[in-house]
């Protein structure tokens, strides 16, 4: 008689947010390891906001998770049964497992992971995508210079709290925006120079205040309005780097920066950009951020929810509700 | 007895597009040149979208056109009177004379013109301004390369015309965005490979069909629903050149693109620049447009109104319904 074992598939496509018919919890056996794959007990799944696009029916740089099929999500596990020459049973890796208690694999994608270093839940925040992204998005496409004004939105997430303390750690001030005071307070105490809360007042005039000098790098994870606050205060040459939209990946119709006309004025750049690119350097950023967890400069934090897989609809839902500081994770 | 003279000041600030309140005619003594100065009379006066800003209160590149004082704009003329030890009486020089038939100058900024090579109103387009917008546009900040597929918008305008034919000459394919046939059937003539009638066809449709290689660069001088249907085709490592945002520049409440996401997916960066940086460079602009203009390679075309000073507010109006074809002019 074998196990069995729970997923969670894609049901229907949602508009808006998605709701109780978007999903569908199936039960199947655990499956066993062809020639060259391998078997993951998955502990830990990544909720991030980019999985808004991977159920949404367009040309991405990914294919959209077809319907019936299990949601695609990184996530951290053992493994627990391999017919892989790379991987052996007890193994802890990362990799796009699924939101699934077990995956098959054959080692595509899949990265070994050191829990002896950080938890698995660190594995899926500061040093898994999340702080590559905040690292390359920094560094390469914002090229941020020491001296530098910085601005962070979506500064309590996963990208946006390893990006103001890494652009804190390189000499620039630190400007974080997030929703609420609880999450502006920890960004006080993580070292960012001025935390605005968003829900507060007018983030166009608190940033305006805040930044009086203006912005060199505006790093943004939200889009709409927080977008434009930022683009109203750039200094020339400025920098905006477009990591994400979070405000807008719900909507029907987005809505789009009013503001333009601020490149031209400030003579400044937007640019998109995407951490797959980057994965060759993904050791680069691993090593960067794992010192600087140790030497107690970074903090990494994550936000972990329980309730297995059939929670995953409602920790999708959270994290569009920004109910995360840091990192937003679902244990198995 | 002095002759009198004629020019058109700010008198109030429009909402929207500007009318009859907006300007005033006065008269004056023809100026007399101090010490170190010279007086032009002013010939052809530069229409150009950008003189919107130029009467809007806000923080910009230059401080705005205050109320009472004479408008704004580039022109052509010659020299009347001099007490200035670099320029004679008869010099035809380009510079900020205002919408006036007299300016009083100190030099700055005036550029001597070769009214042999080209007429005043080139001056005042693809070997002015627009021109020069076009060359560092393309070369500098969208960084062409033979081959590219390169769409521009307000394609049969001054900036957009001049685009079209540097791109072409450095072996890219075109496409050009306009409005009506009579305009779009000009750029095929000048060499563009397609031309979309935006107000005949969804332009996203149009440019979908045109540019199934997707854009390399799309040179942007419309914003709004233009820019938008330029986001939705961009190739992977597009450059969205940010020069104006016609569309945009009457409305009081301006709409932003709808499409950022693209940036992340396409890895593509928008980015505003103002001519006025490459002051410098603007001989190697003048060298390379004139000759290609001399060996027929590219085609300078204005749209000259007359009417003098007074029919400013009429021709700027007309510059906004798009009646040029090239640069627009106002004879005086």
């Known amino acids: 008689m074998s196990a069995r074992t729970t997923q ?9 947010f998605p709701d109780e018919h978007t999903w569908e919890v199936t039960e199947t056996e655990v499956p066993s390891p062809a020639q060259g794959q391998f078997v993951v007990a998955v502990d830990h799944i990544s909720l991030e906001p980019a999985m ?4 949404r029916d367009v040309r991405s740089y990914w294919p959209p998770v077809g319907i019936g099929e299990v949601m695609r999500a990184h996530a951290t596990g053992t493994v627990t049964e391999s017919r892989h020459s790379g991987y052996a049973v007890g193994d802890a890796v990362s990799g796009h497992f699924g939101v699934a208690e077990h995956a098959l694999s054959d080692g595509n994608g899949v990265v070994r992971i050191d829990t002896g270093l950080a938890g698995p839940p660190t594995w899926l925040g500061a040093l898994g995508l999340p702080g590559m992204t905040a690292w390359f998005g920094l560094f390469d ?24 303390q890494l652009a804190k750690a390189r000499g620039c ?13 920890w960004l006080k105490e993580i070292g960012f120079d001025e935390a605005i809360d968003y829900k507060a007042h007018d983030p166009l005039k608190q940033l305006q205040e805040a930044v009086p000098e203006g912005i060199d790098v505006f790093f943004d994870n939200v889009g709409g309005g927080i977008l434009d606050a930022g683009l109203a205060n750039l200094r020339r040459g400025a920098r905006v780097v477009i990591c994400g939209a979070v405000a807008n990946y719900n909507a029907e119709k987005p809505e789009g920066p009013r503001r333009l006309m601020s490149l031209i004025v400030c003579r400044a750049s937007m640019t998109g950009f995407l951490v797959l690119d980057y994965e060759d350097r993904y050791p680069e950023a691993i090593e960067g951020i794992s010192e600087m967890i140790h030497s107690g400069r970074l903090q990494a934090r994550e936000t972990v929810v329980s309730g297995g897989v059939q929670a995953f609809p409602e920790a999708l839902l959270g994290l569009f509700r920004g109910i995360n500081t840091g990192k937003l994770v679902l244990e198995v």
Do not use: F
């Open 52 to 55: 808004r696009g991977w159920i």
């Open 8 to 16: 969670l598939r894609l049901a229907r496509r949602p508009q808006g």
């Open 173 to 185: 001030r630190v400007v974080g925006i997030a929703g609420g005071p609880k999450k502006c307070a």
């Open 141 to 164: 496409v914002g090229r941020i210079q020491h001296g530098e004004t910085v601005v962070v939105s979506g500064a309590a997430g996963a990208v946006g709290s390893v990006v103001g």
